[in-house]
């Protein structure tokens, strides 16, 4: 399943539109920068598809966060990109940074 799929399974977007899917992808691309830049996630993990799930989760909550507007939501969302950010720059199997 394209990551592009997966954000909106996961957010229970429905909307077929060309813009809307642009913005989607500008932010699950702005998710893969957070995490290569503050976590060290190597680029070559977003490939892997046993690593993938719990990246693709991280990335589906990053935009979340940055798509709703109901605090709540939210909230809800950006603690569970920090939670998951934090676990997966903790991971030798996603961390890119010498031990």
């Known amino acids: 399943m394209e990551i592009l799929d997966y954000v909106k399974i996961s957010l229970r977007i429905s909307i ?3 813009a809307i899917d642009a913005l989607l992808t500008d932010l699950i691309q702005a998710a893969k920068l957070d995490l290569t830049k ?3 996630i190597s680029d070559e993990n977003f490939d892997d598809s046993e690593l ?6 991280a990335i589906a909550m990053f ?3 940055n798509w709703t507007f109901d605090e709540r939501t939210l909230n809800n969302y ?3 990109y920090d939670d998951l950010k934090a676990k997966l ?3 030798s199997a ?3 940074s010498e031990e």
Do not use: H, M
């Open 16 to 18: 077929q539109d060309e």
């Open 89 to 91: 720059a903790t991971s």
């Open 38 to 40: 503050t976590a060290n």
């Open 52 to 57: 993938a799930p719990l990246l693709n989760r």
């Open 94 to 96: 996603y961390n890119d």
């Open 63 to 65: 935009v979340g966060y």
């Open 78 to 80: 950006k603690t569970i």
